[in-house]
């Protein structure tokens, strides 16, 4: 049998301590601090001293000036060459004036080109062949084109102002408006050719050819044409007031409406012409062989028929007042029905009021 407890001790001292722990896992880093602010710029260190003056150089030699010179031209020159070089351009509407570009030892050959309103003022293009060239509205003026081809050229609106042509071929060339104002045509051949509505005022076509020329409405005021052929020449409506025509040929001529005033006809042919309504107003035309000529309804004021040929002319409905028929040869055949007489000379010398053809 267990007997009853007995009464509790006193407590035990503390036992020893326990081994440490495992050490724990190790935590997150940390986010990074914001960077400081950058430091004061230091200051600029001194300047380095300034190094030693070199030496002075050698005298040069003396400029040779006359050498400079020719240097001087020689660039001008070449400048020059190279400015025309690039500037003159055998294209429409390019730019050569003043070009030497064809002589009698090198014969240019531009032939069938388009040359539409190229610039060839004062160009020389002697003998050059632009026979079937494209000229028109071309600059032309003062060219030098003595002998050159410029047969079925169209030189429509072009400008010939005081241009070169002598002895040039322009047979068949197209000429319509162009513009021949004192231009030098001298023995030219314009046969068959178109100058209607051409300007020729002051022109100088002595000697020239214009055969079957169409010129209606042309402007040949002032021209000369001493010796000209203008046989068949279709010449209505044009101007030849003070034009010298002296011993030229208008055999078969179209002068109708055509203004004659003052123009000299003096032995000229003017064989059956058609001269119907123009103006012969103080027109001269001495010795000239007016047969068969028909000056219909014309104005023959003052007008000078001394020694002239005029059988089967048709005189019918003309103003002859003041006309001057002294020594007219073949009176006879010609006729003057209806014509106007006032103070007109007849071939003996005396002055009528009455019709006396």
Known sequence: MTGPDGEIGLPGSDGADGADGADGIDGTNGTNGIDGVDGTNGTNGFDGVDGADGQNGQDGDDADLVYISSLEERIASLESDLVNATTCQLVAWGKCPNEILSSFNNRADFSGMSLVGIDLRGADLRYANLSNADLSYADLSNADLRYADLSNADLYRADLIRARLAAADLTNA????????????????????????????????????????????????????????????????????????????????????????????????????????????????????????????????????????????????????????????????????????????WTDGVKYDSNQG
Not at 182 to 207: E, Q
Not at 281 to 292: E, I, V
């Open 174 to 345: 197209y000429l319509r408006n162009a513009d021949l104002t004192n231009a030098y045509l001298s023995n030219a051949d314009l046969s068959n050719a178109d100058l209607r509505y051409a300007d020729l005022s002051n022109a100088n076509l002595n000697y020239s050819d214009l055969s079957n020329a169409e010129l209606h409405r042309a402007d040949l005021s002032n021209a000369y044409l001493r010796y000209a052929d203008l046989t068949n020449a279709h010449l209505n409506y044009s101007d030849l007031s003070n034009a010298n025509l002296y011993q030229a040929v208008l055999t078969n001529a179209d002068l109708r409406y055509a203004d004659l005033t003052n123009a000299y006809f003096g032995n000229v042919f003017l064989t059956n012409a058609d001269l119907r309504y123009a103006d012969l107003t103080d027109a001269s035309f001495y010795l000239a062989f007016l047969n068969g000529a028909d000056l219909y309804a014309a104005d023959c004021t003052d007008a000078y028929f001394s020694y002239a040929a005029i059988s089967g002319a048709n005189f019918n409905s003309t103003d002859l007042k003041f006309a001057d028929f002294t020594g007219a040869t073949g009176t006879t055949g010609a006729t003057f029905s209806n014509s106007y007489w006032h103070q007109t000379e």
